[in-house]
């Protein structure tokens, strides 16, 4: 690890100009590309106090060895030479997109003699239309299919056409005039080069000319009484407009835009970007990226701009582009932008209408991409053995952390206090495992004391199930290092299933408590162990704003590096926590505010209570009702009749409605509802969580 003031610039070396600067480490690699306005005073915040750098900025100054720079005259060419050092170097600290896949385009290879219609993917060639990308090959395929009708241009590869030469004999294409058949001379190549060139144009989206001239020319045939050619335009129209459906209408002023979305945590990004010409979404492609270096928004989009548009001329940068965050500053950027095009390009951000609406739209599929990512990045077993390994290392563990439970606490200022207990084994969530805790003892907002409590109430449970069966009564070291919990000998785990061998609830002790806090609800918890006499079991954590995990003890924290995949997983597992206890939460308040007469009764259920509000019409006529009468409702006997009807008649009627105009008392029927006003659905949004269990 080198030190910033071994290498550091002498003063008055730096220019005070614009410039692009790289970091190289001992190897001479370069190790970091960057662009300014000003290098003295960019420069400059990099040799400064360590302290005072973030993480990832401080891990990349202490890599480098040396720094060096070259002045250029504008912001623009920094630019311009920033993009191509880095497709150059391939900095390891710097933002670089990765492609979540090989996009397929629809290509025209418009530099032949007889130009080729094909997919293709991998690097643009010289003279070659492309069109798109699309997210699958067939999706080229079907849409190159309908209109192979009305512009039938060669498809077939180099091998085939020049078979077909020698041999004076079309391929099955050229029979079904799906192809003009250019190898036996049936269009000639200036002919056939215009083909190409219309079906080029009706891919740019300019389909309107198109389409009326075709109708024009079937409108003749048949005042001419030429039906078969007359029928065959018709064929031709229906073929082009079902392929203009593939594409539907998103912007209805034929807008040539791009609009790019950027979803990001701490760690990563995931930028989308649709591709819009003619108003319809011509194309669509995505990119992941590791977050190593401190960067905002702007910056992420710049850096994706750079991408899209480094090695692109022409038409192939649209009139528009559309952004979440505008690069700081701008005006280079966009200079650069329109230098790309040869044409004027308006980058900004949508504010309203259907240009933001669509912007929405991308980025709910950037949002998705990148969980779709982590999901994938978690499910890696070897990505799973370095996180465990990672975290164990980080806290001074003796064995990897096979079990970890997280905690976190929910309330909407200060009612309804819940907490949540998820699980992870190996890395992975253990749904069936998951717990919920209702606040118990105490009212209103104090969330150190509401996690001794809940630490104290799931250990108290645990201490409990292992006194009742005797385990690892001889044995209590065995149980320290957590290993013969999850991998023992088959008489532990039978000890730890109930009779009809399902697990019992808090029989498994975790390696590590994971707390969604910072170093108030550390102690709380070690406190709350402490008080139990347990002192086998690891605790930590993990702050939100800074993610800096803590240990009880310590006065600072322990900081992991933002890439690194134990931070990853801490990150992952609170996350999951604190989703679960605040949808607990929501759950918990939105029945409160639903709650009933028939709430009360015991034993009576949701499909019980549905059917005495059908069978009598409200919970008014059902607390005038006889008993006999209440038992006449199918699934109620007398013994829950006399139940209902005491309850109902315990329960104070509501409160009559009064017109504040008249001062006249509305006699309205009560809701018709089993459980007072009508409200948003107690389950919504709960697919998996009903496997959580209330403690």
């Given amino acids: 690890m080198a030190d910033p003031s071994s290498y550091r610039p002498r003063p008055g070396e730096i220019p005070d100009s614009p410039g692009v600067y790289r970091f190289r480490d001992e190897h001479r690699r370069v190790i970091y590309v960057g662009k300014a306005k000003s290098l003295r005073h960019r420069l400059a915040n990099y040799f400064q106090d360590l302290a005072n750098l973030h993480p990832r900025t401080r891990t990349m100054v202490t890599t480098a060895a040396s720094v060096e720079w070259t002045v250029v005259s504008t912001e623009v060419e920094a630019l311009q030479l920033e993009y191509s050092w880095i497709k150059e170097y391939d900095p390891r ?40 990308p699309y997210a699958h090959a067939w999706a080229i395929r079907d849409t190159v299919d309908l209109l192979l009708r009305v512009f039938p241009v060669r498809t077939c590869s180099a091998g085939v056409f020049k078979n077909a030469a020698r041999t004076g004999r079309p391929c099955l294409l050229g029979y079904i005039g799906k192809c003009s058949a250019p190898c036996v001379g049936r269009i000639s190549p200036e002919d056939h080069q215009d083909l190409a060139e219309e079906f080029c144009d009706f891919m740019a989206g300019r389909t309107g000319t198109y389409l009326r001239r075709l109708e024009k020319q079937m409108m003749a045939a048949a005042e001419e009484m030429e039906y078969e050619r007359a029928a065959r335009l018709r064929d031709d129209i229906e073929a082009l407009k079902k392929a203009m459906e593939k594409n539907a209408v998103v912007l209805a002023d034929a807008t040539d835009a791009d609009l790019i979305a950027v979803a990001e945590d701490e760690l990563e990004a995931a930028v989308q970007i649709f591709h819009v010409r003619g108003g319809r979404v011509r194309g669509q492609r995505g990119w992941v990226t590791d977050k190593v270096e401190d960067v905002t928004t702007g910056a992420l989009v710049e850096h994706a701009l750079q991408q899209l548009y480094g090695e692109e001329t022409g038409d192939a940068v649209p009139k528009e582009v559309l952004v979440p965050a505008l690069p700081e500053p701008v005006e280079p950027v966009q200079e650069w932008l329109t230098g790309r095009r040869g044409a004027n390009v308006s980058l900004r951000i949508p504010q309203r209408g259907d240009k933001k609406a669509l912007m929405e739209t991308v980025q709910r599929n950037a949002q998705q991409a990148l969980a779709l990512h982590k999901t994938k990045r978690a499910s890696d077993l070897t990505t799973r053995s370095r996180a465990l390994e990672e975290i164990a290392e980080a806290l001074d563990l003796d064995s990897a952390p096979l079990r970890i439970e997280c905690y976190d606490i929910s309330h909407l200022q200060g009612d309804d206090v819940v907490a949540s207990m998820v699980v992870f084994e190996d890395g992975l969530q253990r749904k069936s495992e998951y717990r919920r805790f209702q606040i118990k003892s105490f009212a209103g907002q104090d969330d150190v004391r509401s996690m001794h409590e809940v630490i104290s109430r799931r250990f108290r449970r645990y201490l409990a199930e292992k006194e009742r069966t005797g385990e690892w009564a001889d044995g209590e070291e065995d149980m320290a290092g957590g290993e013969s919990v999850l991998t023992g000998t088959d008489e532990i785990t039978n000890s730890l299933k109930d009779d009809d061998g399902r697990p019992r609830k808090f029989a498994y002790p975790p390696q590590l408590v994971v707390v969604d806090g910072g170093q108030p609800q550390v102690v709380a918890a070690r406190r709350a162990l402490d008080e139990l006499g347990i002192d086998d079991i690891a605790v930590c954590g993990l702050a939100k704003r800074l993610e800096e995990v803590w240990v009880p003890g310590e006065d600072d924290p322990v900081v992991l590096p933002r890439t690194s995949e134990g931070l990853y997983l801490l990150q992952r597992v609170r996350d999951e926590a604190h989703r679960f206890a605040i949808t607990y939460q929501r759950t918990k308040r939105a029945k409160r505010f639903r709650a009933g007469p028939l709430d009360d009764v015991p034993g009576l259920g949701e499909t019980r209570k549905q059917a005495l509000i059908k069978h009598f019409g409200s919970v008014k006529k059902l607390r005038a009702a006889t008993i006999e009468q209440i038992q006449e409702v199918p699934g109620i006997g007398r013994k829950t ?51 959580g269990q209330e403690t």
């Fill in 641 to 691: 009749a006399e139940t209902i009807a005491a309850a109902l008649a315990q329960a104070a009627p509501a409160a009559p409605a009064v017109n504040t105009a008249t001062g006249e008392i509305i006699e309205d029927e009560e809701p018709d509802t089993a459980g007072g006003s009508s409200g948003e659905p107690v389950s919504a949004g709960l697919p998996d969580e009903r496997r």
């Fill in 93 to 132: 600290f710097n933002v670089k997109y990765r492609d979540d896949k090989s996009y397929p385009y629809l290509a025209v290879t418009m530099n032949e003699e007889f130009p080729r219609v094909q997919v293709m993917r991998g690097h643009k060639k010289k003279g070659v239309r492309y069109f798109g």
